[in-house]
């Protein structure tokens, strides 16, 4: 066993990338909306991406059998049903509602890391999130704060189910190298695909037209569009996923998962970028409280600690 710094500035690297990649690919989603379902969308993607895995490890020599199973079906589990309870979410509550539930995350990491692992909260990193949380409400506008019901639960169950992936990253999945855990997520997700697209080949709902149907749809023929944005959409998960797996396992989950708040501005630049989509001024104020965040939850700290690598 060998000991691996909590290389911090890294971590944030990889985040960045994996930022900028999603929120690129993820704009797209609306297209892909528009042509076939979630569950198909899933099951497409994950079989691109294992082609594209195929040939990235024959030719590079990876080898993607996880080194403890359990461990890599357990996260890829936990962390697939939190992007499907998000994205399910979004077929009946606002997008905004939607992801200021997930990004309770970081909030669920220190509260998990507290209670199941008995590691000590410093005042300093509950300042950073809920300086980032606050932040996040502001980008995201006054419509996040709105609708208290148990559906308004959903997204926040997202977050704390992707909290827990995050740390299964870190402390389960240690050991083993990031194409094998992004395969694991990837297999995960084509999985409860197939199993969508069977229930609703089986038993078809009435679907409205365009993204509407997104939830609802069963398997269609695939249009040329489709197929295009589905492969962009799995070779730039595979880049920002690995990132983002490198990520958690070079830092301390709690550090990194503040810094994700930087997915929020990215999807904002890409979206005024693309769809010419602009920003309030307090949005802008939001991003700036973000950055914050993440600066000082990024300060290393005197009884900072090597994170033990389970080689």
Known sequence: MSD???????????????????????????????????????????????????????????????????????????????????????????VAQVAAGLFTAPLFVLFFQRYLY????????????????????????????????????LPVISGALYAMGNIATQRWCAGETAETVV?????????????????????????PEGPDGFLQRGPVWPTGEFLWWTFVQAAGSLVGVGMFVKAY????????????YVILPASALWGFLLWGESLAWFAWVGMALIALAGIIIARPQRDQVPIASRQ
């Open 118 to 153: 008995g590691q000590p909260i410093r005042g300093v990193q509950i300042l950073a999130v809920l300086i980032g949380f606050a932040g996040v409400v502001l980008v995201l506008g006054p419509e996040a704060l709105s609708g208290a019901t148990l559906a308004a639960l």
């Open 4 to 94: 691996t710094p909590n290389r911090t500035l890294a971590a944030f690297g990889a985040v960045l990338v994996y930022a900028s990649v999603i929120a690129f690919t993820d704009n797209y989603v609306r297209v892909i909306a528009r042509d076939a379902g979630l569950w198909q969308f899933h099951a497409t993607r994950t079989a691109m991406a294992f082609a594209i895995l195929a040939l990235v490890a024959v030719s590079m020599g990876l080898k993607l059998w996880p080194k403890r199973p359990w461990a890599v079906i357990a996260r890829s589990a936990i962390h697939g049903t939190a992007m499907l309870i998000y994205f399910g979410a979004l077929a009946f509550l606002p």
């Open 249 to 260: 396992q070079m830092a301390e989950v709690s550090r990194v998962s503040v810094f994700e």
């Open 183 to 207: 395969a694991g997520f990837f297999g995960m997700l084509g999985v409860y695909g197939l199993l969508g697209m069977a229930v609703l080949w089986a038993f078809p709902l009435a679907v």
